[in-house]
Nanobody, 120 residues
C-alpha cells in the first residue's frame, strides 16, 4: 500500500508565495513521475506540473515562470513552490505519483488534497 500526504496549503494574498509538499510512504520499488494537479471551484481537475525520475520538469502554461516543482528522492517527497500567486490559482491541489509497486506492476496514487486560497 502506498500513501501520499500533502501539506503546505493555506490562505495567501495575491502576489504571495506558498510551498506545498507531498510525502510518499509505503512499500514500493521506486517512484517514477511525481505530479501536481488542481481543481478550482466549479472546475475540472487540471494538471499543473510533473517531474520525472531523472528530474525533468513540465508545467502547464498558466504557471510557467511562477511555480517550480522539485523532488527529494531520499525523502520520497515532491514539492511545489508557488510564487506570484493569483486569485485564479485558488484550488485544491492534489499530488499524484506513479510507482513501481513490484516488478512488472506500475500503479498511480493520489493524495487527499490541500486547499490553496489566494485572496485579499
Amino acid at each position: 500500500q502506498v500513501q501520499l500526504v500533502e501539506s503546505g496549503g493555506g490562505l495567501v494574498q495575491p502576489g504571495g508565495s506558498l510551498k506545498l509538499a507531498c510525502a510518499v510512504s509505503g512499500t514500493f520499488i521506486t517512484i517514477n513521475t511525481m505530479a501536481w494537479y488542481r481543481q478550482g471551484p466549479g472546475k475540472e481537475r487540471e494538471w499543473v506540473a510533473t517531474i520525472t525520475r531523472d528530474g525533468g520538469t513540465n508545467y502547464t502554461d498558466s504557471v510557467k515562470g511562477r511555480f517550480t516543482i522539485s523532488r527529494n528522492v531520499r525523502k520520497r517527497t515532491a514539492y511545489l513552490e508557488m510564487n506570484a500567486l493569483k486569485p485564479e490559482d485558488t484550488a485544491i491541489y492534489y499530488c499524484n505519483v506513479d510507482v513501481f509497486v513490484r516488478i512488472g506492476l506500475r500503479e498511480v496514487y493520489w493524495g487527499q488534497g490541500t486547499q490553496v486560497t489566494v485572496s485579499s
